[in-house]
């Protein structure tokens, strides 16, 4: 068995198996009922509470970001490939029903995602830095108490891997890709490089290293610089992604409703749709609906909460609404413009999908030349794709030194930056597939203590909600 087999079952069997699927839903499920659909009665006055504040002048003391760079840069970290690439994979393998899990996924989890916010807030710390740090790890530390320490251990060492994963290695992969395909279609090609049974193109290792370099500059800038970037990079790339897949899909407005019906029917009956060959049964198209949902909105995962801890809000609810609207907006609007563009350019017969095989952001690309031209195209998606996945990278950044200084000494945080930018080089040259598997595998791990954490410290969540909106 090869490491990229052991990889695909870890991902798939273990980490992404039965159990946790039902536990992710199950949780958010369990969280809507007990706050009365907090998401849903209100969305309104989360959206209003935080993108309608966007102008607003908030300042924000030494150690601690303003409200809305704590939510950009968790956002950051969320719209990132997982919003293309990711997508685009779990459409592929599983068919267009995994939109539809994507969908469930994030309706429930954008209350889980608030749970994890108003917790991390409500038992936050600061560190020798004086800085304010917080997550599952404190609120599992300061909620449940010493003798569960080792639950927020676990989960750190968990995200500290992640952050290799989903944080690095499919993010700089996924720029690398696009940055290749870009020139290709400008007709710049380059000879490629194998080194240790890999084979990749120097386009690839120039694309690693020039990253590595802008990451280690970032890193080094601590939570100030990462809190100024995401605040400017966030908005500008969800703007022009979405406009461009608003254009693409009026475009082909006669396409839209053969593609929700695919997606509704692909569901639950996923051969009636790509066929029996591509062998997706319900369970894979949940499966990779719900991990690549997750994967791209982190509801659940815990990562989240480790940014919006910084905030210099004070109240934990008033930023957990901000935790909802960023669930909303990565997978109810970003998400589903891929899905659209996906689904759509291939019923016109502008790409063809090859269900039950993997795919990358190229597609995406390919798709909406069919209105902007190849070119245009190209260029649009790999612009979204890097600045997508740079603010990801950076994001992670924070979130591996976060759960490296929970178990280690904050003297030593270097050896982890260090490593961190040497990883942005080997995510340039991994196979998209391995690089996919091993992120996806680490979410999975990494969620498990932080929902046993929230249902044990869930009390708290709706003591606070209730005392918040009773005062409203």
Same mark, same amino acid.
């Given at each position: ?191 490629? %490089?194998?080194?240790?049974?890999? =084979?990749?193109?120097? !386009?690839?290792? /120039? $694309? @690693?290293? +020039? &990253? ?111 935790? %909802?609207?960023?669930?909303?907006? =990565?997978?109810?609007? !970003?998400?589903? /413009? $891929? @899905?659209? +563009? &996906? ?130």
């Amino acid at each position: 068995m090869s490491f990229g087999d052991i990889v695909k079952f870890l991902d798939e069997q273990v980490a992404w198996g039965p159990v946790i699927l039902v536990l992710l839903v199950g949780v958010g499920l369990y969280f809507s009922i007990r706050t009365r659909f907090v998401q849903f009665r209100k969305l309104g006055y989360a959206l209003k509470n935080t993108v309608g504040k966007v102008f607003k002048k908030t300042r924000a003391e030494k150690g601690e970001l303003t409200p809305w760079q704590s939510m950009t840069t968790a956002l950051a970290a969320t719209v990132g490939t997982g919003s293309i690439v990711g997508v685009t994979g779990a459409v592929a393998i599983g068919g267009p029903g995994a939109i539809f899990w994507m969908w469930v996924s994030a309706l429930v989890g954008m209350v889980t995602k608030y749970a994890e916010v108003v917790l991390a807030v409500h038992y936050r710390e600061r560190n020798e830095k004086g800085e304010r740090v917080g997550g599952p790890m404190y609120y599992i530390k300061n909620g449940l108490g010493p003798k569960w320490k080792w639950l927020a251990v676990i989960f750190c060492l968990f995200g500290i891997l992640a952050s290799f994963g989903i944080g690095n290695a499919t993010q700089v992969n996924s720029i690398a890709s696009s940055v290749e395909g870009s020139l290709s279609a400008f007709g710049v090609t380059s000879d490629n %490089i194998t080194f240790l049974g890999s =084979t990749f193109s120097v !386009i690839r290792l /120039i $694309t @690693g290293i +020039v &990253l590595a370099v802008i990451i280690a500059l970032v890193v080094i800038g601590g939570l100030k610089a990462i809190g100024k970037i995401t605040e400017m990079m966030v908005p500008f790339m969800s703007i022009v992604y979405i406009l461009a897949g608003v254009v693409f899909v009026v475009f082909n407005y006669s396409q839209v409703g053969k593609a929700f019906g695919m997606i509704f029917e692909g569901a639950f009956n996923p051969s009636s749709v790509i066929g029996g060959a591509a062998g997706a049964t319900i369970l894979t198209v949940m499966q990779k609906g719900i991990s690549r949902g997750c994967f791209s909105n982190e509801a659940g995962l815990g990562s989240a909460p480790i940014a919006h801890a910084s905030t210099s809000e004070t109240n934990p609810v008033k930023q957990g609404m901000y935790g %909802i609207f960023e669930v909303f907006i =990565t997978s109810m609007i !970003i998400c589903t /413009i $891929t @899905g659209l +563009v &996906l689904l759509c350019g291939h019923n016109a017969g502008n790409i063809t999908i090859g269900w039950g095989s993997g795919a990358d952001g190229v597609l995406v690309a390919e798709s909406m030349g069919s209105v902007f031209g190849e070119r245009l195209s190209m260029l649009v998606v790999s612009i979204c794709l890097i600045l997508f996945s740079l603010s990801t990278i950076i994001s992670w950044s924070l979130y591996g030194t976060r759960c490296f200084e929970f178990i280690a000494n904050s003297k030593v945080i270097f050896i982890y930056k260090i490593i961190f930018v040497l990883f942005v080089v080997v995510g340039a040259t991994l196979r998209l597939d391995v690089a996919w598997s091993m992120a996806s595998a680490f979410n999975g791990f990494m969620a498990i203590p932080n929902l046993v954490a929230i249902l044990l410290l869930s009390p708290v969540v709706f003591r606070l909600t209730k005392e918040y909106f009773d005062r409203k």
